[in-house]
């Protein structure tokens, strides 16, 4: 089935560690982001990529970091100088073919104890 | 000003009800607008795109207003399973309004 996988669904993180979210897509989207998601809020844009090698900050890009090596996958790094990481993370992609919707995965709980 | 904001909400309507949404944006050059529906602890799922023309689909009705840079979203016979949070997106900015709640009530 054509989608987009995000894992691990859930991850625990000690305060002062890095962890990684993988986000890989089989839709052949040239277009990839990630949003994060806090409870009750909407969505805000953490860092886009539009083509391999290539990514721009989005709104709330301190803290975190991405690569685009492959255009089948955008994993980010949560950093330690993310000062409040829990939240619910969403991996999202698009392609001109599709219309440019937007498709998400089913999404990263990450937990900071 | 935030490229795309929402009605705060929450709204809270009797099954069969017809409520409506706005979303405006401030990016005059956006081309692709999209509603989408979020249930509680999931992803959001594409509910219609938005067209120029307006697009209809069962109970559902989109609207764009390019003129004064708003999209909205009507929903007709409000039913319990329409409980959720509507968030429109403006893709030339892939940004997200913040999402409306609505709870349809018995």
């Known amino acids: 089935d054509g989608g987009i996988t995000q894992s691990p669904k859930y991850l625990f993180r000690k305060e002062g560690q890095n962890v990684t979210l993988s986000c890989e897509q089989n839709?052949?989207?040239?277009?990839m982001y990630w949003y994060r998601q806090d409870p009750g809020q909407g969505l805000r844009l953490i860092y886009y990529?539009?083509?391999?090698?290539?990514?721009q900050k989005g709104d709330i890009a301190e803290g975190y970091s991405v690569s685009r090596e492959k255009k089948e996958s955008f994993p980010l790094t949560v950093t330690s100088a993310q000062k409040n990481p829990t939240a619910f993370y969403l991996c999202?992609?698009?392609?001109?073919?599709?219309?440019?919707?937007?498709?998400f995965g089913e999404g990263s709980w990450l937990t900071v104890v | 000003r935030k490229e795309v904001e929402q009605d705060p909400g929450p709204f809270n309507v009797p099954e069969g009800a017809t409520v409506a949404f706005n979303c405006t944006y401030s990016?005059?050059?956006?081309?692709?607008f999209f509603w989408y529906r979020q249930d509680c602890r999931k992803e959001p799922k594409l509910l219609m795109s938005?067209?120029?023309s307006g697009n209809e689909d069962g109970r559902f009705t989109a609207q764009l207003n390019r003129a004064s840079q708003y999209i909205s979203l009507l929903i007709r016979d409000s039913k319990l399973s329409d409980s959720a949070t509507y968030l429109c997106?403006?893709?030339?900015?892939?940004?997200f309004g913040a999402g409306t709640r609505l709870t349809v009530k018995p």
């Open positions: 999202a992609s698009s392609g001109a073919a599709s219309g440019n919707t937007i498709y």
């Open positions: 839709l052949n989207h040239d277009a």
């Open positions: 990529s539009q083509i391999v090698n290539d990514f």
């Open positions: 990016n005059s050059a956006s081309q692709s």
């Open positions: 938005v067209y120029s």
């Open positions: 997106v403006v893709t030339r900015d892939m940004r």
